[in-house]
């Protein structure tokens, strides 16, 4: 619970903290960013990580001079299309195991297949859309690979995605971020921007959940 409290209050007062890390560590600071990105959208065990919220912190930093703004973008870029693309090999990886026994239980290989499918079809906009919602951004690769999606067709749009996602965030800080409005109600921004964040993901939860017809495409 003490955990769950002290990564609540990183990400509300991410502003104080990031300061303190910069004070503290310098150049360094541009490391331990890599490592949160790359980890926030390369491992499915830590959706809980900071994302949209850090790169809005972090172009606020760089707009006073914390931070190179180029030197910023280019390796936070870096480190959302690595973590995407070690994400989609873990999946590819884990998946044909997975699916080579002939029963396991709650899943199935016609699963896999539905995937592959589903992601032939409708894949690049998954994943380019996933980077802008919490959690489901850091599930979506890992889907990819394990129904073995074309990697050259995963390595355009993680590139597109995983660009777009950090200049949004990173600009929107380093232009707004220290408007006066901004920096006193620092907090509330960052609770706006992560509800803005998941709507789409809820939308999506309610739609499929209760407005969806049954899908019998792949029935018999």
């Known amino acids: 619970m003490e955990i769950i409290n002290q990564l609540i209050d990183f990400v509300l007062h991410i502003d104080k903290h990031l300061g303190e890390l910069i ?15 790359f980890a926030e959208t390369g491992f499915v065990f830590t959706p809980f990580l900071p994302g949209d919220s850090l790169l809005f912190a972090a172009g606020t930093f760089a707009a006073i001079g914390a931070f190179n703004i180029g030197i910023l973008v280019l390796i936070l870029c870096i480190a959302a299309i690595t973590g995407d693309t070690v994400n989609y090999w873990i999946g590819n990886y884990i998946g044909p195991k997975i699916f080579e026994k002939e029963k396991i239980r709650f899943l199935k290989k016609e699963h896999l297949q539905r995937t592959h499918e589903f992601y032939e079809r409708h894949g690049g906009k998954t994943i380019i859309i996933a980077r802008f919602i919490p959690i489901i951004r850091t599930f979506a690769p890992f889907v990819a690979g394990i129904g ?9 749009y993680n590139v597109v995605g995983g660009i777009a996602w950090v200049l949004l965030f990173v600009f929107a800080g380093f232009y707004f971020g220290n408007l006066p409005f901004v920096k006193n109600n620092f907090s509330f921004v960052i609770i706006a921007i992560i509800i803005i964040s998941v709507l789409p993901g ?12 049954p899908d019998t495409k792949f029935e018999k």
């Open 23 to 37: 004070i503290q560590y310098g150049l360094w600071s541009y490391l331990i960013l890599f490592v949160i990105v």
């Open 148 to 156: 073995s999606m074309t990697y050259m067709k995963f390595i355009t």
């Open 202 to 213: 809820v939308y999506e939860f309610i739609r499929q959940k209760y407005f969806k017809k």
